[in-house]
């Protein structure tokens, strides 16, 4: 196995700030890495919809003097007359140098980690992560406010599915004096796993809001998301709460003048166009540093010869233990092994390997 990123957490605070003085470099650098991939191959399995993500991972190996294959949708690939995420991995590998993957089932990419021979990098899974989102967003709050320590990070909106919120709060949760203000409808809040593991566990400070006006004056970022239709069970359920939060360049006006706004895109109507004009509305330059954190990352990878954990490390096995979300791979994927990591052993609680549900014996 090579060294793959399916997780933030899988790159150290030191490996990460070193993407950043990369992709820093390439920014002003450009010329000095346009022949970094000569030769080399980018395979971008993508099994659900995306704009930025692929077309940013594209143009990054592109501009790196690399080539791309790949598909844009599970129906022209053999995913749709069966083929398991361990097989398409393996034959992948065939092909490419490096592959980064998105799917509707979280913990595909982890899947796909443990089979391929080539780096792989989740590019998205379900609800579950985003991490190379997380590494445009870092860069995005470097550049705007110069450190990613002391800052009051307000999340607005889906926190639920919100696969970005889940792993940009894993990434400054490590950064000292950060405090979470998490705002969202009831229905809509944090997972537990995130909220108990990352936020509880480490003694991090955060706070619970229904309100985005009552909590905006004291925000230094504000991250919008988009409520996220696909990943609800019930339509009504979406329709009641779709319309949740809408940021308007009115509502801006009670935030502090050096606020940032972001969003990973794309957004439907939580943030107004209003809103666009204001140079406090930093979403279009996240989309810029995805590209070139993206870059960086593929040539870290690319360069890397520290092989990744072995597959199931410190996770155990059960013969009658299931993971019960609908939502992940092994839910799909009936012959992948079914390993969980102990939480609480003594109360019986484990952890599911691929989605990070919590199950209880
Ligand atoms: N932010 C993001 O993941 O956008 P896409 O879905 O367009 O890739």
């Known amino acids: 196995m090579k060294r793959s ?41 993508f099994f659900e919809p995306s704009t930025r993500t692929r077309l940013s991972f594209e143009a990054a190996m592109y501009e790196l003097g690399g080539n791309v294959l790949g598909f844009s949708e599970p129906n022209s690939s053999s995913a749709s007359k069966g ?18 993957i998105r799917h509707p089932m979280a913990g595909a990419p982890y899947v796909a980690a443990q089979n391929a021979s080539v780096p792989v990098i989740n590019a998205g899974d379900g609800g579950h992560c985003h991490p190379t989102q997380t590494l445009a967003d870092l860069l995005t709050i470097k550049r705007k406010r110069g450190s990613l320590e002391n ?41 537990s796993y995130v909220k108990r593991e990352i936020l509880e566990g ?38 009641r709460l779709k319309d949740s939060y809408i940021l308007t360049a009115e509502k801006l006006n009670r935030a502090r003048e050096d ?14 166009v209003s809103v666009d ?42 013969d009658k233990l299931r993971c019960k979300n609908p939502s992940c791979i092994s839910s799909k994927e009936q012959e992948l092994r079914h390993a969980f990591y102990p939480v609480s052993e003594e109360n019986g609680i484990y952890r599911c390997v691929y989605c990070e549900e919590k199950v209880k014996l």
């Open 202 to 239: 480490q003694g991090i400070a955060y706070r619970q809001a229904t309100s985005l006006e009552v909590v905006l004056p004291e925000l230094d970022i504000l991250y919008m998301t988009r409520i996220q239709r696909e990943r609800f069970e019930n339509p009504e359920e979406y329709e």
């Open 5 to 45: 990123v399916i997780d933030i957490l899988d790159l150290t605070t030191a490996e990460i700030d070193g993407l950043l003085s990369t992709a820093e470099d390439i920014m002003d650098h450009p010329a000095k890495y346009a022949e970094k991939c000569r030769g080399k191959k980018l395979a971008t399995l």
């Open 259 to 272: 606020l940032i706004v972001m969003h990973p895109l794309p957004r439907v109507n939580e943030i107004s």
């Open 277 to 318: 004009a204001d140079p406090r509305a930093c979403y279009f330059l996240q989309v810029l540093c995805g590209k070139y954190m993206r870059m960086a990352l593929i040539l870290k990878l690319l360069e890397s010869t520290a092989a990744d954990v072995a597959p199931f490390a410190d996770s155990v096995v059960f």
């Open 83 to 100: 083929e398991s995420m361990a097989d398409t991995a393996r034959v992948l590998s065939c092909y490419a140098d490096i592959m980064a």
């Open 151 to 191: 800052l009051t990070i307000g999340f607005c909106g889906d926190l639920k599915y919100g696969r970005t919120v889940h792993s940009l709060i894993a990434a400054l949760a490590r950064y000292p004096g950060t405090n979470f203000v998490l705002i969202s409808p009831e229905e809509l809040a944090l997972p």
